[in-house]
């Protein structure tokens, strides 16, 4: 008879591509799993991954038996978390990791608030640019912009507006710039493009699109140090509206061409399946949505 549990491990292992990443994401160590779908091999008499060096490949017997099991368990694992969670309450470590700007200036304002409700829970917060493996690092990350095809579960909190941005230190010794097509002229602030090029700009108004290669003066990695840069008068440079907009109300920003509108960027928040949701995590979420979401702008879909 099969092992629900050596289902499990399989369906981890085929899910990360990996025995170790599996391991860590089901709290067993490595050689569990191993012997996990050892078993589940011999019981079936057929070799489910090929394994190289270098990765875990899924054979045609186990991408069939992936397809049939995944939704058994998935229905399975369901009914028993809603069973589960009725009665349990957020206790433990979660991990949570987002971008170092929406981290500092957001995330910290809210976070003793989410910590008082729940006083069972600690907190790991990975402030980091990085893509960290929700399967095996992280419980829930807060990303911006659009997500990548990864089978992950993402739920999008808020659209967020992007402001090009000066002080007014920078327009008293370099002049304003009348038209977007002298924003060559000037010094520019940007983050590092793919594979090494320069990013672009893109602006609209009324039906018609501008789209400018932006070749910076400074170019920086962080976010959060381009609008430093800009509020101290080291060039021009695109600002979230969640820092450029109190500046703006301030006088310590100036917003450049408020005519044209830039494309704004998706707050999203990611966990590894809807499904398999923990009590800590389904707080999080909770809270997250309560906090940021916007009316009508937390659509849900696969990332």
């Not at 962080?222 to 109190?246: C, D, F, K, T, W």
Request: one cysteine or more; a neutral charge; hydrophobic letters at 40%.
């Amino acid at each position: 008879m099969l092992d629900l549990n050596d289902l499990r491990a399989f369906e981890k292992v085929a899910a990360t591509k990996s025995f170790a990443s599996a391991a860590r994401a089901l709290g067993l160590p490595r050689s569990s799993v191993s012997r996990s779908v050892a078993r589940l091999e011999r019981e079936l008499d057929a070799r489910l991954f090929q394994r190289t060096t270098r990765e875990v490949a899924l054979t045609s017997a186990g991408e069939a038996l992936l397809q049939r099991c995944s939704g058994l368990l998935g229905a399975l694992e369901e009914a028993v978390e809603q069973v589960r969670s009725s009665k349990s309450v957020p206790r433990g470590l979660l991990r949570v990791t987002a971008g170092v700007g929406f981290g500092i200036n957001l995330l910290a304002q809210e976070l003793p608030a989410f910590l008082e409700r729940y006083p069972g829970l600690t907190l790991s917060l990975d402030l980091s640019s990085e893509t960290r493996d929700l399967m095996a690092d992280m419980d829930v990350a807060i990303r911006l912009g659009p997500m990548p095809d990864s089978g992950l579960v993402s739920a999008r909190l808020r659209t967020m507006t992007r402001h090009l941005c000066v002080s007014p230190s920078y327009l008293d010794r370099r002049g304003t710039p009348e038209s977007l097509d002298e924003l060559g002229e000037h010094d520019t602030i940007e983050m590092p493009g793919a594979y090494g090029r320069p990013r672009c700009w893109t602006f609209t108004k009324d039906g018609q699109t501008k789209t400018f290669e932006v070749p910076a003066r400074v170019c920086v990695n962080e976010a959060l140090a381009i609008h430093r840069l800009v509020m101290n008068g080291a060039g021009i440079g695109v600002i979230s509206g969640y820092l450029s907009q109190p500046a703006f109300a301030s006088g310590q920003l100036v917003p450049l061409f408020p005519g044209w509108s830039m494309p704004s960027l998706d707050v999203n928040i990611v966990f590894a399946s809807k499904r398999e949701l923990s009590p800590n995590v389904r707080a999080f979420v909770d809270f997250m949505k309560e906090r940021f979401g916007a009316p009508n702008d937390d659509q849900q879909r696969e990332a």
